[in-house]
């Protein structure tokens, strides 16, 4: 059985490519990842289905619907925007965008190709500040930046891939592969996901902090975001992000990390002003 695992494993890797996302900047994000499907083709998908979205929060009535929230968010991920050139020189030409939904959620994101959204939710539930919320756009910036959801999709593909293998070789039926599906989710994809959290964090408090915006906002934004969850949060071993404690920890010491950039962009900012 290890045998034929390691078999369609090879099988599997063919078909990849490493590359190298980003640069790691000051806080160091440094990770060979492997691909199965270009960039021009996610991107490309991406900007369809990001259009389509926006369409219909046009047509339910929840896109954009406060011109002050909208231009403080746009204003705030204006700023950010030029400093992603610090991790990769193309994405200064991406075609950025983002937009408000009227959503009661604490959530926001960012698609591949730099197409963002973030929902009234997060900014009013948790009182959100500037610095707060270039922390949230940050982070969502930095997936983007790192193709978090190529390397997803590449590796979706990947375990399905090997999974259909060793199915036709076993005999193994549809129930059978679904069952080999779910474990190979637990053990490949949700280390990852953790491991996609943590490098978006950094990079997040570095854009922040270039862009002139304190770092350690990201550090009081998931104390609020604790608050709003409840501590209903799942075991470490199964969660998707790292664990709230764990989180805090480290957005505080690579938000002490960066703060030299940041002490250097407030330097600019009030030069410029005088």
């Known amino acids: 059985m290890v045998r034929f695992f390691l078999i369609a494993s090879v ?5 990849c490519q490493s590359v190298d ?17 270009s960039s021009e083709e996610v991107n490309a998908g991406a900007v369809k289905a ?6 219909e929060a046009q047509k339910k009535g929840v896109l954009d619907r406060d011109p002050a ?21 193309d994405a200064g030409k991406w075609p950025w965008e983002v937009h408000v ?35 949230v756009m940050g982070h969502e910036i930095a997936h983007a930046l790192r193709e978090h959801a190529r390397e997803r999709m590449s590796r979706q593909m990947g375990t399905q891939a090997a999974v259909g293998i060793i199915g036709a070789l076993f005999g193994i039926g549809e129930m059978g592969q ?9 053990t490949l994809n949700l280390p990852n996901s953790r491991l996609h959290e943590t490098e978006s964090d950094r990079i997040g408090v570095e854009l922040a902090a270039r862009a002139g915006y304190d770092p350690r906002a990201a550090v009081t934004l998931w104390e609020k975001m604790g608050k709003v ?14 664990p709230h404690q764990d989180r805090i920890n480290d957005l505080r010491a690579y938000s002490d990390k960066v703060m030299p950039l940041y002490a250097q962009a407030k330097g600019s900012v009030a030069a410029a002003g005088k």
């Open 21 to 37: 996302t980003t640069k790691p900047g000051v806080v160091g994000v440094d990770r060979d990842q492997r691909m199965m499907v």
């Open 50 to 55: 990001y259009s389509q979205m926006m369409a």
């Open 101 to 135: 939904i009227s959503i009661d959620e604490v959530n926001a994101w960012c698609m591949p190709a730099g197409k963002m959204a973030i929902y009234t939710g997060l900014i009013q539930k948790l009182n959100a500040t500037d610095d707060e919320i270039a922390a």
């Open 229 to 242: 969850a409840g501590g209903n949060q799942p075991p470490k071993w199964l969660s998707t992000h790292p």
């Open 178 to 186: 679904n069952i080999a599906g779910q474990v190979a989710h637990v």
């Open 69 to 89: 929230m909208v231009k403080r968010v746009q204003e705030i991920t204006k700023r950010l925007i030029p400093h992603t050139v610090a991790f990769r020189d």
């Open 11 to 15: 099988v599997v890797l063919a078909g």
